[in-house]
């Protein structure tokens, strides 16, 4: 069903509710991008404080901190505490990232795994190789760890200094390829890099992680349950020799990830409703309990320590690990010395040829079936960027090195991450210089986005306004009696006046919030039967309030319907079964709110302001001239 009709009255600027809504995946990249502020910060504090003072700054951070019940404690001093300690919730996050890669991520489409986790792979096997051919045969080959694991959170911050107006779908590819460089780094840490091991206290922590994915699967789900066996588990790993940050990982793998579907929702608003008719301390209980329990556990502690890691976990690492004494005699000896030689060539060569071989062996191999999902300046940027090595590279240090090799070993990261970042800054400035359509396809690639709509527009079954051979196609599930519908419904307008957009309404009445919007829907449905859906659209979607079947009846008749035949349809729900197609529609895709928009079959995330819908539908359209 195709109108062609203009659309309506004008509405520009931003609302109050265009921030209120945001994906995960882009609520993450917002936090790194700010944190990388803070983490450079702790950097420069660390290295004035160790240059002023080394002697007040090294003795801070061995000062002993007890814990001790009776005659049982444990004791460590400053710095351990955040290395094994602080760090877990460090790689908390990092398994929290992977499990929601694999859950809803681009890599729920298992074949995009095989490039990043190759890239990965290679993307430490080249640094490391390259430490060894200049450490080899000395004793500070065992630092080999140090040079291959990107600082995912320093890496992605810089990224958005550097490379202004870079696509999110880069800095997903770069997430995922960070996220296969992570889980193996962290089980070098494990296996490598730990004391000798303990069977006894390891077999405890092995059972007690066992009990946490049963307790979290079958049963509760709460925060203070991984937090209380997540403290046991890190105790019998510390005990054990294991490095105790494994235990981060662990339970982050084991939080899974999903959308909320619109059952737990309808559940939920129930226990609310109860709520607010009797409001009883029990009620208030069950209702937040109901409400919580609407988002997985992966959302919940993503959501919780995630800002934690980015502003406060990462900068105390750096602010306890990044301090080294610069002086003339040491800069000359380390800048010639193997081991900071082959961390920096390590990063800043082995790093950038490590992906950007890969990314084309493997599109070779697979004659073209899996391959970047971004284009070839976006590839080398990815490659220069991972060159950034700091968190990971400083932790695996300071288990390897002491004294002077392990301020060798830290100025090799620190001078990696610079160089790293200043070939990335190059690479795109040059990229940006390009005409409009190079520079597109050098950044997005020609690789087909997942689509998320499921299913796909139908031009003899979707009600479409625009011209029917738009390249760009913005779709909206709706609800007529949602005042973000309303809201949001002089934006779409606004955008529509862009005659290359088409747009698609599809119905989502959430009839337990709102007890008008099913019949509404159906309104609209008869309306469209007789050729009058837009106008009727439009309508009830500048009437929210008045949608009573004799407000609707008034509509009609206004409209110049045959109201005897719309009464007779709606009295006899002759069109719940299209409302119905919709409503499979929304949950086959994900969808359990209004309003959600799609753009080209892929989910918008998001505010619904005009300055962020139009963003996104040029970031679509210059994806889709790549395929014309």
């Known amino acids: 069903m195709t109108d062609t009709d203009a659309p309506g009255s004008l509405w520009r600027g931003r609302t109050l509710w265009a921030r209120q809504r945001a994906a995960p995946m882009r609520s993450f990249l917002r936090t790194e991008s700010g944190s990388a502020g803070a983490l450079v910060a702790a950097i420069a504090a660390a290295l004035i404080w160790a240059n002023i003072d080394v002697g007040s700054y090294d003795r801070f951070w061995h000062t002993d901190l007890s814990f001790r019940l009776g005659s049982t404690g444990i004791s460590h001093d400053l710095r351990t505490w955040v290395n094994s300690g602080l760090m877990t919730l460090f790689f908390l996050v990092v398994g929290l990232e992977a499990r929601r890669e694999f859950d809803l991520g681009d890599l729920r489409e298992r074949r995009r795994f095989l490039l990043p986790f190759a890239a990965g792979i290679v993307g430490m096997a080249i640094p490391v190789l390259i430490y060894l051919a200049i450490n080899g045969g000395r004793s500070s080959a065992h630092g080999w760890g140090i040079a291959m694991s990107t600082d995912t959170a320093l890496a992605l911050g810089l990224l958005s200094i550097l490379g202004r107006n870079v696509p999110d779908r880069v800095r997903v590819f770069l997430l995922t390829v960070f996220v296969v460089d992570d889980l193996a780094a962290l089980l070098v840490i494990a296996f490598v890099y730990s004391d000798d091991i303990k069977m006894m206290p390891l077999a405890i922590a092995v059972a007690v992680f066992a009990l946490l994915v049963v307790t979290t699967a079958f049963w509760m789900r709460q925060r203070f349950v991984y937090t209380t066996l997540g403290i046991v588990i890190w105790a019998a790993l510390l005990k054990s020799g294991v490095d105790p940050v494994v235990a981060g990982l662990a339970i982050g793998l084991s939080a899974s990830a999903y959308t909320p579907n619109r059952g737990a929702l309808e559940e939920a608003t129930g226990e609310v409703r109860r709520f607010r008719e009797q409001p009883t301390p029990k009620l208030a209980r069950s209702a937040t309990i109901s409400l919580a329990s609407t988002l997985s556990p992966n959302a919940r502690l993503q959501t919780f320590f995630h800002p934690w890691r980015s502003y406060v976990i990462v900068p105390v690492f750096a602010l306890s690990n990044a301090g080294i004494v610069l002086n003339g005699g040491f800069l000359k000896h380390a800048y010639t010395a193997p081991i900071t030689l082959g961390v920096l060539i390590g990063y800043v060569a082995g790093k950038p040829v490590a992906v950007i071989a890969t990314s084309w062996a493997v599109t070779k191999l697979t004659r073209g079936r899996v391959r ?31 004294g002077v090799e392990l301020a060798e070993a830290k100025l090799g990261a620190l001078s990696a991450a610079f160089i790293a970042s200043a070939l990335t800054w190059a690479v795109y400035r040059f990229t940006a210089t390009l005409p409009p359509l190079k520079k597109a396809r050098a950044l997005l690639g020609d690789t087909a986005v997942i689509q998320d709509l499921i299913p796909a527009v139908d031009p003899d079954e979707d009600h479409i306004r625009g011209p029917a051979n738009a390249s760009i ?74 949608l009573r079947p004799v407000d609707l009846m008034r509509y009609a008749a206004d409209l110049g319907l045959d109201t005897a035949r719309f009464h007779d349809e709606l009295m006899r729900h002759v069109h719940r079964t299209r409302i119905d197609q919709d409503i499979e529609s929304a949950d086959l895709s994900g969808v359990s709110g209004t309003p959600t928009f799609f753009i080209n079959g892929q989910r918008h995330y998001g505010a619904f302001d005009i300055a962020s819908l139009t963003a996104a539908v040029k970031t679509a359209r210059a994806q889709a001239g790549l395929h014309r």
Request: glycine share 8%; hydrophobic share 45%.
């Open 372 to 402: 970047p999902p971004v284009g070839w300046a976006a590839v080398i940027g990815s490659g220069t960027i991972a060159g950034i090595g700091f968190t990971v590279a400083l932790l695996i240090a300071t288990r390897a090195f002491s």
């Open 473 to 546: 196609t913005v779709i909206e599930f709706g609800d007529f009696q949602c005042p973000y519908c309303g809201q949001a419904e002089p934006v779409v307008r606004d955008l529509l006046h862009d005659t290359d957009i088409r747009y698609v309404w599809r119905h989502l009445p959430l009839s337990d919030v709102h007890p008008q919007a099913q019949l509404a829907a159906e309104a609209a449905e008869a309306a469209a039967a007789q050729g009058n859906f837009w106008e009727m659209h439009d309508v009830l979607l500048d009437h929210q309030e008045e």
